[in-house]
């Protein structure tokens, strides 16, 4: 069964660090960009951040720059989300994706994870 799972994400204090994991069970993630997405109920799915095939490149949302980053580890066929500095405002449920065109770096995520929530709160 192909998968991707979640985990890290819990209640953490304004300015605080977590960790966000994602990782694949049935395939590979090696090559295929992987991205993140979050959530507040009400809200439209926002995107946070995608690293290309290959580690070429990533990409962050205006919101995240300079406070997360996306890192891939092949070796355990997973994905990590490290969030420092954290805000109310990230408060959310993080969900994983992944690239649906192989050919592609972050053109086509799709959303697979069933998400982790975050809450930043003091």
């Known amino acids: 069964q192909l998968q991707l799972v979640e985990s890290g994400g819990g209640l953490v204090q304004p300015g605080g660090s977590l960790r966000l994991s994602c990782a694949a069970s049935g395939f590979t993630l090696d090559g295929r960009a992987i991205g993140w997405f979050r959530q507040v109920p009400g809200k439209e799915r926002e995107a946070v951040a995608c690293v290309s095939r290959g580690r070429l490149y990533s990409d962050y949302a205006r919101s995240v720059r300079g406070r997360f980053v996306i890192v891939r580890d092949n070796a355990k066929n997973t994905v990590h989300l490290q969030m420092n500095s954290l805000k109310p405002e990230d408060t959310a449920v993080y969900y994983c994706?992944?690239?649906?065109?192989?050919?592609?770096?972050?053109?086509?995520?799709?959303?697979w994870g069933q998400g982790t929530l975050v809450t930043v709160s003091s």
């Open positions: 994706a992944i690239d649906s065109n192989p050919y592609s770096d972050c053109g086509y995520l799709e959303v």
